[in-house]
């Protein structure tokens, strides 16, 4: 089975910072994703940023990008610029190949501050 | 594209009832849907596979015979929760997988807040 943690429960920046969520996951498959899902108080899930473990550049989408260390079983979100709009609850996913359904962990709250 | 609905968005039971909840998928096929459950500022917690016209695959833990769940056609799955208690007071948020992409995708619904009095 897989196991997500992230050991952050809540996290502040300032606007315009920088900040930096983490996650570490363990599991014994070879091929998989890994996903960063943001929840705002709507509590609609949305997807922020997705990594292949078979691709080993880092994956970006524009303020938000990834360091994904396979070997140590690491994969943090890097969220630049921060707006007061990514204030949200944040948390890390695995999902094992073809499986569709994701583990995830138990969630950071990061709040922006103006 | 890709929009997945959930009905109703918040529900109020009395104890002992039972209330149905609907996932749908409005612009794709969804073989597969998921159903979670997620308790205030926690975890999202995998309850239940559903697969189109076959029974549900339930996480370990999860009483199949309180969570009534059917995938009834290739738009839309229901989750029942009988004889509902305080205790199922939660979050229900479903996903979908669309038959025509890639492996990973998975579409979110905007859940549903079920209260049990």
């Known amino acids: 089975a897989q196991t997500v943690t992230q050991s952050q429960p809540e996290m502040s920046v300032q606007e315009a910072e920088t900040v930096t969520l983490s996650c570490t996951y363990d599991t014994s498959e070879n091929n998989y994703y890994l996903f960063w899902y943001k929840q705002p108080p709507s509590r609609q899930m949305i997807l922020v940023i997705r990594q292949e473990a078979y691709k080993q550049q880092n994956a970006t989408e524009n303020r938000f990008s990834v360091n994904f260390q396979k070997a140590a079983k690491s994969f943090s979100l890097k969220i630049s610029d921060s707006q007061l709009g990514d204030t949200a609850m944040y948390f890390c996913?695995?999902?094992?190949?073809?499986?569709?359904?994701?583990?995830f962990g138990d969630g950071t709250t990061l709040t922006v501050k103006p | 594209g890709a929009v997945v609905s959930q009905h109703p968005s918040w529900v109020i039971c009395k104890s002992g009832t039972s209330v149905k909840i609907e996932c749908r998928s409005l612009?794709?096929?969804?073989?597969?849907m998921f159903w979670y459950r997620q308790f205030p500022k926690q975890s999202l917690m995998l309850m239940a596979t559903s697969n189109e016209g076959s029974k549900a695959t339930y996480e370990q833990g999860v009483e199949k015979d309180k969570f009534l769940i059917n995938h009834a056609s290739l738009t839309l799955s229901t989750l029942t929760v009988t004889s509902a208690h305080p205790e199922d007071s939660s979050f229900y948020i479903c996903?979908?997988?669309?038959?025509?992409?890639?492996?990973?995708?998975?579409?979110f619904g905007p859940g549903t807040r079920l209260t049990v009095t």
């Open positions: 612009d794709f096929q969804a073989t597969t």
């Open positions: 996913a695995f999902m094992k190949y073809g499986a569709g359904k994701s583990t």
């Open positions: 996903s979908a997988r669309n038959r025509g992409q890639t492996s990973y995708e998975q579409y």
